[in-house]
């Protein structure tokens, strides 16, 4: 009896685990040049944020649930530049769909003083899926994309899918931006099953919100509850969140705090 649990307990946490099936699409490429940080810039305005919020796959709805309560608690802290991109034109009508097109124009269009770009889909070793696309979006794209919306202004980037560590390359360790990855390169992630809400990462993410000062706050205290819940649910092959924090960026404040 003991045995037959323990392989129905490996069996759903393999089922929640977020990764998907799909073939290599790519963002256009053309990465700019290296470019250096910003001076300063520990505390910018909130009217002066610019998000881009993207939910990549509409097989399970935690993902759009994640963008739009993150969308909400931006609003709530006085972010007014907040774009969303959805995965589920049914859902949300109204709302732009995360092609590959609509997302390399709203992540390369430039404003503000300060950037965040949120992610939440299913995601492999190539990078997170588009569905829309039938594709993925990659690490080398994204990059090219934040130096081209972004340059050096302080940029907050929040990948949270399966492998999501992928993105935390040499060349996306820039001092002006702060990484959170949902996953180790190798690891998958939990929580994208059609019942779940949240994401586990997305959840905790939400959850710590409202409680830090700082990104790297917010990223430590994701992470532990990632650490707590995973625990709880009795995961033997833990995500382990990965953290990157830039060197000009150390203490760089959430919006409205």
Not at 94 to 108: F, I, M, Q, Y
Not at 120 to 126: A, F, M
């Amino acid at each position: 009896m003991l045995v037959r649990s323990a392989a129905l307990i490996a069996i759903l946490v393999s089922a929640l685990a977020c990764t998907p099936d799909q073939a290599d699409t790519s963002l256009p490429a053309g990465r700019s040049p290296q470019l250096a940080a910003a001076p300063g810039g520990s505390s910018v305005p909130a009217a002066r944020w610019r998000a881009v919020l993207i939910a990549g796959d509409n097989n399970s709805p935690s993902f759009d649930n994640g963008v739009d309560a993150l969308r909400d608690k931006l609003a709530a802290h006085g972010v007014r530049d907040v774009r969303v991109l959805t995965s589920d034109p049914r859902r949300n009508p109204s709302v732009p769909v995360a092609t590959v097109a609509n997302v390399s124009s709203a992540l390369r269009t430039q404003g503000g003083e300060a950037c965040l770009v949120f992610i939440t889909s299913h995601g492999d070793e190539r990078g997170v899926a588009l569905k829309a696309a039938n594709g993925i979006l990659g690490p080398g794209s994204l990059d090219s994309a934040l130096d081209a919306g972004c340059s050096a202004r302080p940029t907050v980037l929040i990948v949270s899918a399966c492998h999501s560590g992928v993105f935390l390359t040499s060349a996306m360790r820039q001092p002006n931006r702060v990484v959170l990855t949902a996953a180790a390169a190798d690891r998958v992630s939990f929580g994208c099953g059609a019942g779940d809400q949240y994401t586990y990462y997305d959840q905790c993410l939400l959850q710590n919100f409202d409680g830090a000062a700082t990104w790297g706050q917010l990223a430590q205290s994701t992470r532990a509850c990632v650490q707590a819940l995973e625990q709880r649910m009795g995961i033997r092959r833990p995500s382990q969140p990965q953290i990157f924090v830039g060197s000009s960026v150390a203490d760089l404040r959430i919006p409205g705090r």
